[in-house]
């Protein structure tokens, strides 16, 4: 599929939406920014207690795509190899060598599920697979399939169990992605859907080479400058030493969002914008996108623990404040 239109965009857009809507109930804002990680080759983190349907989610959207998916299971005895694989000692005619064992990285989506109940050496193993797509084991470096994403899910750090995830770590992940409990209208439908029938079944309704072809588009939308501007701009006001800094960010904010944020920003915006139908985006859509992109990128202070601040509150206040320049 070399050619595709808007029209393609929202159709794949659609069908993936029924197919997910069979299984899960509500979720609007998360699964528009799941899908942008996707089309916008990002990886996604998703975040929130045990129960409320991350890892459901992430199958249900395999499910809909001819991908191949593999699931990680993180606990605290992984070890780098079951991801990435290994080099292991084999006899081959009376000789031994040593013969590659490909890990479930090899796939197209890979769910890392309750990534942080692993120690950070193992989390470490994904760096070099997110940011370069591909592997080094040994002397030989190997390629991932493409498209190739990492969606992983994470408890609270505040529960037992949980090791807080490294900022290099962190700062591959495109969105993180907060689930909040559903409301209770939602939460009765969740429970006649899987207490009164068997689960529905879902079907394939997006190839490989469409994802590719859309991942294609967005990389390929315009963008305008005053976009540009202003993404940059918010980026930029998170640093507590930029000379454009704000007073929020100089008095609570120890470390600030570094320039992947900025290039996230625009590439989820022109995302959201092609779901929403439209090629070119807005700073409407970079300010739909900032929160998943900068809540986990902007590392407050002890000032900001003792005033009750988090990082959430110097995003909301830098969208209220950061001004769009006019060209």
Not at 203 to 230: G, K, M, N
């Amino acid at each position: 599929m070399n050619d595709i239109t808007p029209g393609d965009v929202a159709r794949i857009h659609g069908a993936i939406r029924t197919e997910l809507a069979k299984v899960i109930v509500g979720q609007d804002r998360i699964v528009t920014l799941l899908l942008a990680s996707l089309f916008a080759r990002g990886h996604c983190l998703l975040v929130g207690v045990p129960g409320l349907a991350k890892t459901l989610l992430v199958k249900s959207l395999a499910e809909c795509l001819r991908l191949e998916f593999r699931r990680v299971q993180f606990t605290p005895d992984l070890m780098p190899g079951d991801i990435i694989g290994s080099e292991l000692l084999q006899e081959k005619d009376r000789r031994l060598e040593f013969e590659y064992q490909a890990g479930p990285i090899f796939s197209n989506l890979l769910l890392a599920d309750e990534i942080n109940r692993t120690p950070p050496k193992t989390q470490s193993a994904l760096l070099e697979a997110m940011q370069e797509r591909r592997v080094t084991v040994g002397r030989e470096t190997r390629a991932l399939p493409d498209p190739f994403l990492v969606i992983a899910t994470q408890n609270p750090i505040e529960q037992e169990g949980t090791y807080p995830l490294p900022e290099a770590q962190l700062d591959r992940f495109m969105f993180a992605l907060t689930l909040d409990y559903p409301s209770k209208a939602e939460e009765i439908e969740v429970v006649r859907r899987t207490t009164l029938r068997a689960p529905a079944r879902l079907s394939p309704v997006a190839s490989r080479e469409e994802i590719l072809a859309v991942q294609d588009f967005v990389l390929a939308a315009p963008v305008s400058d005053h976009v540009v501007d202003y993404a940059v701009a918010l980026a930029t006001a998170t640093r507590p030493k930029s000379a454009d800094a704000p007073e929020i960010s100089r008095e609570f904010v120890e470390w600030g969002a570094g320039p992947r944020a900025s290039q996230y920003l625009v590439l989820g915006a022109k995302a959201v914008a092609l779901l929403d139908g439209r090629v070119t985006p807005e700073t409407a859509d970079v300010r739909a996108v900032a929160a998943a992109v900068l809540h986990h990128r902007v590392i407050t202070n002890y000032r900001a623990t003792g005033a009750g601040k988090k990082s959430s509150d110097v995003v909301d206040a830098l969208l209220a404040g950061v001004p769009e320049r006019s060209y």
